[in-house]
């Protein structure tokens, strides 16, 4: 039972404009959310966070956006750029886990068009 | 700050051999973890320690996969013997949980293939 899903395995956008990229979960306990990015023969690093006490958070192009009634998550990069080509895992961690322990989507792979 | 390293960077065995890999996480973390990612999913949780103790391995194949951090330092995670479904990725991590923070610190990561 995937508790992370991220359903759409690759997104295409021009640059310049936004990249949306989503992630659903069905855990309830799930109480903070991650994303990470992860460039080719390179360990993931990390992004952006979000707490499940937030329905936003925002920093520079980067914004991830939160639902908890939906239990779905979104991160938005805007404006996108070619290095911004990459692929994307969201990761949410149970308030009654290890403090640390994250679990992982399957990942996007976001491509950028000049 | 020096980040997570992680050798070798690739490796090749044959099944039934065995094969280990080393993890120095960033200096002060305390807290170090092992993952598995095979090609197209996410990283997989095999083992987390906090300082030189165990807190969840309850995804490790404990029959062939052991892991230690003596010294609440470097780790090293060792594979006896290998299948070829073991073939993948293995990622160190490091964290310092700490005022509601949680993100991880990823090493470069081992490709491991077995054949």
């Known amino acids: 039972d995937q508790q992370v899903k991220q359903n759409s395995p690759s997104l295409s956008v021009q640059e310049g404009r936004i990249s949306i990229l989503n992630c659903d979960y069905t855990?309830?306990?799930?109480?903070?959310f991650l994303w990470y990015k992860k460039y080719p023969a390179e360990g993931p690093t990390f992004l952006i966070s979000i707490s499940s006490i937030k329905d936003k958070n925002e920093d520079g192009r980067f914004t991830v956006f939160l639902n908890k009634s939906a239990k779905h998550l979104s991160l938005h990069i805007v404006p996108s750029q070619p290095g911004d080509s990459a692929v994307y895992f969201c990761a949410a961690r149970a308030i009654n886990t290890n403090a640390g322990k994250s679990t992982f989507g399957d990942g996007t792979t976001l491509t950028v068009k000049p | 700050e020096a980040g997570v390293a992680q050798s070798p960077r690739y490796k090749i065995i044959e099944k039934r051999q065995s094969v280990a890999f080393w993890c120095n996480p960033i200096s002060g973390h305390a807290t170090l973890y092992w993952y598995q990612q095979i090609l197209g999913q996410g990283p997989k949780l095999l083992i987390q320690?906090?300082?030189?103790?165990?807190?969840?391995d309850s995804q490790l194949p404990k029959d062939r996969f052991s892991a230690e951090r003596l010294k609440g330092v470097d780790s090293t995670l060792k594979i006896q013997p290998a299948k070829l479904e073991d073939s993948a990725v293995y990622l160190c991590?490091?964290?310092?949980?700490?005022?509601?923070?949680?993100?991880?610190?990823f090493g470069p990561g081992t490709r491991l293939t077995v054949t």
């Open positions: 991590a490091s964290s310092l949980v700490a005022r509601g923070s949680y993100e991880q610190y």
């Open positions: 320690f906090q300082n030189n103790g165990v807190v969840d």
């Open positions: 855990n309830s306990m799930f109480d903070y």
